[in-house]
Nanobody, 126 residues
Framework: QVQLVESGGGLVQAGGSLRLSCAASGRTISRYAMAWIRQAPGKERDFVAATNWIGNNTPYADSVKGRFTISRDSAKNTLYLQMDSLQPEDTGVYYC???????????????????WGLGTHITVSS
């Protein structure tokens, strides 16, 4: 079973940047689609960005397109999310997730993913 641990969250001013990392253990992330999903205060979890196992298919939520970049390093068994031009509405808990079966696509629904980290908090002040 795979374990995921997110890091890199914190407090940042609007317009700033953060880079999240998600370190996987217990299994290689190669050949598995992954995603970043966030939960704003008082709201349900929403898809942010996903990547197929190769890293050449990376869909984004409309709200983060052009500002966030998802990437993966299979050698380090780690998923990343570079977040630029952060806005107060980006505040929330950010989770990384991975599918439980190998596949070629990128998946946009939260229930497409079987394993989740505990999340890292991001607060963007105005």
């Amino acid at each position: 079973q795979v374990q995921l641990v997110e890091s890199g969250g914190g407090l940042v001013q609007a317009g700033g940047s953060l880079r999240l990392s998600c370190a996987a253990s217990g299994r290689t992330i190669s050949r598995y689609a992954m995603a970043w999903i966030r939960q704003a205060p008082g709201k349900e979890r929403d898809f942010v960005a996903a990547t197929n196992w190769i890293g050449n298919n990376t869909p984004y939520a409309d709200s983060v397109k052009g500002r966030f970049t998802i990437s993966r390093d299979s050698a380090k068994n780690t998923l990343y999310l570079q977040m630029d031009s952060l806005q107060p509405e980006d505040t929330g808990v950010y989770y990384c997730a991975i599918r439980d079966t190998p596949s070629g696509g990128a998946y946009l629904r939260t229930n497409d993913y079987s394993y989740w980290g505990l999340g890292t908090h991001i607060t963007v002040s105005s």
